[in-house]
């Protein structure tokens, strides 16, 4: 496979998560509970001992929600009406610390799935207010997706890897005028 650029932080989360599922490999490293702690881990993110089936969808539907949501910056109203849902349903919420100083996500009712995946969304919310997040896109290839990281100057960059789906969609685009070609 042909390394993608990973973006800088702090999209690389949201990046690596919706990345855990590569479709042109058929690969989800999100399809057991071992899985999901091993991403946790690497992440840095809480996460529950022993998750059950119905983390792992939640998870991984957040995760398409995002993909969603990347691969549609002039809108997609059925992603972000999901990802607010899952803010509402974590019930935290921001906390400074003094001793030592820091700042956390709390909430009374709030489970380590929950704790993980707000801070996964609080970094969503940041980008889109900043503007940063808008540089992070699915590739344009349906059967790819990848999230990567548009460093292109007016961020117009459609494609994962302009050696791999770019040319990939060139190499479809050429065969379909030669089928058209040879059948008109
Ligand atoms: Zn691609």
């Not at 089936?53 to 949501?69: G, N, P």
């Not at 956390?104 to 940063?132: K, Y």
Request: aromatic share 4%; glycine share 6%; proline share 8%.
């Amino acid at each position: 496979m042909v390394p993608r650029p990973a973006a800088p932080p702090p999209l690389g989360v949201v990046q690596r998560l919706v990345n855990t599922r590569e479709l042109l490999e058929d690969r989800d490293d999100l399809s057991t509970p071992a899985g999901l702690v091993a991403w946790a881990d690497s992440e840095g993110l809480p996460c529950p001992a022993r998750p059950t089936e119905a983390d792992l969808t939640r998870v991984r539907r957040l995760r398409e929600a995002l993909r969603q949501l990347l691969g549609a910056p002039e809108g997609a109203p059925a992603a972000v009406s999901a990802l607010n849902g899952e803010l509402a349903r974590t019930g935290t919420r921001p906390l400074l610390r003094v001793d030592p100083p820091g700042a956390e996500f709390v909430g009374d009712d709030a489970t380590a799935l929950d704790t993980a995946i707000t801070r996964v969304l609080a970094t969503v919310v940041t980008t889109r207010l900043d503007g940063s997040l808008h540089r992070l896109k699915t590739c344009a290839a349906e059967d790819c997706l990848w999230a990567f990281y548009d460093r292109s100057p007016n961020a117009v960059s459609r494609w994962c890897e302009t050696s791999v789906c770019g040319a990939r969609h060139k190499m479809r685009a050429y065969r379909a005028r030669q089928a058209a070609s040879t059948s008109g």
